[in-house]
């Protein structure tokens, strides 16, 4: 199995920054692909950003600019550095693995809390 973990969450005023931290462990392959998603309540489950183990990197338009997604293969980690928020970026954040040659994000962590308000 692969376990996610996510961490960093948590409430920030308009304009400000967060890092969110993803730890993967179990039988977790730095080969996978990595992805950032969000949701809202009463909204859909949006794919925020994703890199693949060479740091290919893909956003979505509402966070292009903003937000950064990286990886640490050592550390089995990935990070979402999130700056200039906004209150739209609200949500629960989790991050997920997909494996090589697969279109499915299999391995999901069970999210960090995201509130953007003044």
């Known amino acids: 199995q692969v376990q996610l973990v996510e961490s960093g969450g948590g409430l920030v005023q308009p304009g400000g920054s967060l890092r969110l931290s993803c730890a993967a462990s179990?039988?977790?392959?730095?080969?996978?692909?990595m992805g950032w998603y969000r949701q809202a309540p009463g909204k859909q489950r949006e794919l925020v950003a994703a890199?693949?183990?060479?740091?290919?990197?893909n956003y979505a338009d509402s966070v292009k600019g903003r937000f950064t997604i990286s990886r640490d293969n050592a550390k089995n980690t990935v990070y979402l550095q999130m700056n200039s928020l906004k209150p739209e970026d609200t949500a629960v954040y989790s991050c997920?693995?997909?494996?090589?040659?697969?279109?499915?994000?299999?391995?999901w962590g069970q999210g960090t809390q995201v509130t953007v308000s003044s």
């Open positions: 997920a693995a997909r494996r090589i040659g697969r279109d499915d994000y299999a391995y």
């Open positions: 179990g039988s977790f392959s730095s080969s996978y692909s």
């Open positions: 890199i693949t183990f060479g740091g290919s990197t």
